[in-house]
C-alpha cells in the first residue's frame, strides 16, 4: 500500500504563487514516474507537470514557463513551484506516482485546492 500526502495548496491572487508537495510512503518499488495532474469543475483530469525516474520533464502547455516540477529521491517527494498564477489554473491538484515490480502501479493522492482570485 502507497500513501501519497500533498501539501501547499490555497487561495492566491492571479500573478502570484504557490508549491505543492506531495509525499510518498509505504510498499514503494521502482518508481518511474511522479507528477500533478489537475481536474477544474466539469472538466476532465489532465496532466499538468510530471518527471520520470530519469529526471526527465514533461508540462502541459498551458504551465510552460510558469510551472517547475522537481523532486526529492531520498524523500520521494515530488514538488510543483507554480509562478504567475491565473484564474484558469484554479483546480484540484493530484499527486501521482507509478511504480514498477514486474506491472506498473499508479497511486493518487487525496488532492489539494489550488484556488487563484482575480
Known amino acids: 500500500q502507497v500513501q501519497l500526502v500533498e501539501s501547499g495548496g490555497g487561495l492566491v491572487q492571479a500573478g502570484g504563487s504557490l508549491r505543492l508537495s506531495c509525499a510518498a510512503s509505504?510498499?514503494?518499488?521502482?518508481?518511474?514516474?511522479m507528477g500533478w495532474y489537475r481536474q477544474a469543475p466539469g472538466k476532465q483530469r489532465e496532466l499538468v507537470a510530471g518527471?520520470?525516474?530519469?529526471?526527465?520533464?514533461n508540462y502541459a502547455d498551458s504551465v510552460k514557463g510558469r510551472f517547475t516540477v522537481s523532486r526529492d529521491t531520498a524523500k520521494n517527494t515530488v514538488y510543483l513551484q507554480m509562478n504567475s498564477l491565473r484564474p484558469e489554473d484554479t483546480a484540484v491538484y493530484y499527486c501521482?506516482?507509478?511504480?514498477?515490480?514486474?506491472?506498473?502501479?499508479?497511486?493518487w493522492g487525496q488532492g489539494t485546492q489550488v484556488t487563484v482570485s482575480s
Open positions: 501521482n506516482l507509478v511504480h514498477v515490480i514486474g506491472t506498473a502501479y499508479n497511486s
Open positions: 509505504g510498499r514503494i518499488f521502482r518508481i518511474t514516474f
Open positions: 518527471i520520470s525516474s530519469g529526471g526527465s520533464t
